[in-house]
């Protein structure tokens, strides 16, 4: 199940809303327990045989977390924490990375199991939570309840943004529910479902017409990449911004996950934009404690940006990915740092899109034979056009500008300005999104978030 899907805007979130504000203020742990019975049933409806494996994942967490607590500043609670590790962890190899890691020894498995939804979301959740009890910053959640209601919870069960226990702690066991945040939420969630059935299923359509092509083109493999680039931001974004809405509805306060990253004026500043909850992670729980820029930096960061590319998938070009990054990094850091200080916006800003837009083309193709053709066209080699590639071109420079415009903060801005004027500005917006995102859903065929995969 989607929050995109006619079956999760229709039936399931009107149901578990009334089920949910059925259940008195006062009765904290019995709506977390509505909330969790839900999430459960979502995560079923995409999932059934893996409700097992979150489930004891969670409980297993929750268990060691109490023993954890017990024998704290003991080499007990050591070794507690790798046991919690390596069972998260285990998990998430034997899953995710089992054919990958035999297929580098050039071995094959005739069973490989397949991939969780949102396994390594909810993997890293559970180890932030006994890494952070370890290190004494959380006290251990004794409420089984509560615990699984924060590794379950459906608006940010399947693709983030990871949530840590810290971050909600509080609200799992006191939260404010009223009209202002839910109002809030709604606006919140409503500009994500425009977000993706809007922008990012059409311009997800274009990008796969053209980078699945048998024989691209320099312009082809161009358009679609643009077109891709465009797609993911607005795919991700849209999924944070709903589960964002979703947890201001309930109550819950999650992080934000983006920060408009493509109005960057470097790689370094766009990773600070881009999928904050994933960097925060790293940098937190890899980066700082390997040393982080004390000692090793170069080694460090290469070694976090391996790590953040194998996350994304079990295949060689996201490793490929993670390192390209890592290299634009460091060149950034001990090169040009102070040149791109210098530069003119437009010509800081044309470099950083360049360099991720090459990015995406990496990330795209898990085919290492696909990728390094779609390279060659990336680069102008081979033939530059095709009639397919040119109509869809002509065919799209009215949306191009109108995708760069709201990868930007001027259509909020914009927004805000309206409201601030007119109270009915938001309502009537909302309004206008819903039925226009409701009358393409009907039309369009099935197409999941992209992270759903990872």
Known sequence: MVFSSLTFLVFFLPVFLIAYFSVPKRFLNARNFVLLIFSLFFYAAGEPAWVVLIIFSA??????????ERYHGKWQAKGLLVLSLCCSLGLLVIFKYTEFLLGLFGLSVSFAPGLPIG?????????????????????????PVAFLTFVCMFPQLVAGPIVRYSDVAHALTKREHSWPLVSQGISRFVMGLGKKIIFANHAGAVAAELLNSPYPSTLGVWLGSVMFMFQIYFDFSAYSDMAIGMGKIIGFNFLENFDYPYISKSITDFWRRWHISLGRFFRDYLYIPLGGNRKRAVFNIMFVWAATGLWHGASMNFVIWGMYFGIVLLVEKYLIRGLLAKLPTFVSHAYCLLIVLYGWVIFYFTDLSRLLTASARFFGFGYFSDYRAVELLLGNLWILPILAIFCTRAPIRLLHYIRSRLLVAEPIFNFGVVCVSFMLMIGQTFTPFIYFRF
């Open 59 to 68: 409980s297993t967490d929750c268990l060691i977390g109490l023993f954890m």
């Open 119 to 143: 396994i390594s979301f909810y993997t890293f959740q559970t180890m932030s939570y006994s890494i952070d009890l370890y290190r004494g910053k959380v006290k251990a959640q004794r409420n």
